[in-house]
Structures are given as C-alpha cells and as structure tokens.
C-alpha cells in the first residue's frame, strides 16, 4: 500500500478535512479507518497522518530510543506524546484537533500528500513558498556543484525518472 499524489482541500468551518475519495476504500481495508494524526517532526508546518498498523511501527521505534538523550525524548514528546487517533466518518472527514492545527499554522486550505505509508498535510501556501525557495535553492546548488566540476550524488544519478 503505497499513498501518493498532491490534493487542495479546504478544511470546512469546524476544522475538519475530508480525504480524497480515491484513498478511503483503502484506508477502510487495511487500517479499518483507523488513522492516527501528529507533528511532522522535520517540517514545522505539516503534519503526518498514518494508518493506525504503520503508526503502531513508528511508535515502537520511537519509544525503542533511549530517554537519555534530549532529541530522543523531543522526537518521543512531539511524535508519540502528541499523536492523536482519528477516524473518518461515512463522507471521509476528520477532524484536525485545533492544537495541532494551530501549531503547524493549517488555516482553511490544505494540502494532503501521499508520501508512500503515510500522509504529509501541509499549509497550502506555506508548502508552496517552500517549494519554491527549495527549486531555487537546489539550482543555485546545482550550478555551483558544475563549476566546481562536482555533479549530484550517485544515488540522484542512478536515478531513472
């Protein structure tokens, strides 16, 4: 089970997101609707949502690390400790808890990525300035890794897109 694709939504008056239809068949058969919701922990404004099983995963690595050390006890805090489960009614709406919304400045429009197992929900404009500072950022890289005679790592050239 793989998510993917990019879909606008816009969340209506109680915070609550509708999935895209084409994804709610699958999430109903392999997480029996059950969702669970968090912190994107690499990207301040979005969240990750999971299928309950492959959240289960996660968790489990998460709380696997030491309490030791802070980044550890941070990623467990903003991941495990403030995960919220989620389940879609008949018309595939949730709701979008208002701390986790404020937090990662979700307002009426969102976008909902498929990232493989899980989803990226992003703020529509804020996902859009990123993308485009991150192209430009990466030419700029581009052209200074060419005149310096370096290329893209063998991981981005063996790629076959």
Same mark, same amino acid.
Do not use: C
């Given at each position: ?108 429009? =969102? =976008? ?37 005679? &370096? ?5 981005? &050239?063996?790629?076959?897109?």
């Amino acid at each position: 089970m793989w998510f993917f694709g990019e879909h606008a939504i816009t969340l209506d008056g109680k915070g609550r997101l509708a999935l895209p239809t084409r994804f709610r068949g699958v999430i109903a058969e392999v997480s029996d609707n059950q969702l669970v919701l968090t912190y994107n922990p690499y990207e301040s404004h979005s969240l990750f949502l999971y299928p309950r099983f492959k959240w289960e995963e996660v968790r489990d690595q998460v709380m696997a690390l030491g309490t030791a050390h802070p980044d550890h006890r941070w990623m467990q805090r903003l991941l495990v400790g403030s995960a919220t489960p989620v389940e879609p009614d008949k018309q595939g709406r949730f709701l979008l808890p208002q701390q986790l919304r404020e937090v990662a400045e979700l307002d009426k429009r =969102v =976008v909902l990525m498929g990232m493989g197992e899980r989803f990226e929900i992003w703020n529509e404009q804020v996902l859009n300035t990123s993308r485009r500072e991150q192209m430009q950022r990466q030419a700029e890289r581009m052209q200074q890794e060419e005149s310096l005679g &370096q290329g893209p790592s063998e991981q981005l &050239q063996q790629l076959s897109l």
